[in-house]
């Protein structure tokens, strides 16, 4: 192809935004934030319930599909914060059973009717399951913790945008 149009079809995909000249990313970096998590535990299907849903009489007795558990969830069952971050959990356990939150490398007991703050701060980007250990909980009591890369992200906008017609910040 002679040079002119090499150059000339540069030029057509620069205009059209299918390529671009080669330097440095612009891409923003990301900025590690505090994230406010909410986690409470709820009751799904429990023995109290056998008085509302007659059938369960049959699932939580001997040899029923749910002898010996009792199927609890965390809400929200998925978290997703970014490699980084400080996760300020706060526990709600509205029930007057016990239940626990384990990562890999933390644990947190959820005493009945309790709520509970603690700090974690993920290692690395993955993708880590929690869970409720009690086992007459597992294994339906679970959910998962997404630690996202940094690169996956980029940075989120500084401040708010203005919403048209507002006053201005002070005015
Ligand atoms: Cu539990």
Known sequence: MPRSMRVALAAALLALGCARPPGPSTAPAYHPRTRFVTVTTVA???????????????DFAKGG??????????????????????????????EDDEHNFVLPDFFVKLPGQTAVDTTYVPQGPGVYDFACAIPAHLPMMHGQLVVLAPAAVGAAPAAPRPVAGAAPPGG
């Open 44 to 58: 799904l299907m429990v023995r109290e319930d056998a008085g509302v849903l007659p059938f369960l009489r049959k």
């Open 65 to 94: 599909v749910l002898d010996g558990k009792e199927v609890y969830g965390f809400e929200p069952a998925t978290i997703t914060v970014v490699a980084g971050d400080t996760i300020r959990f706060h526990f709600v356990n509205p």
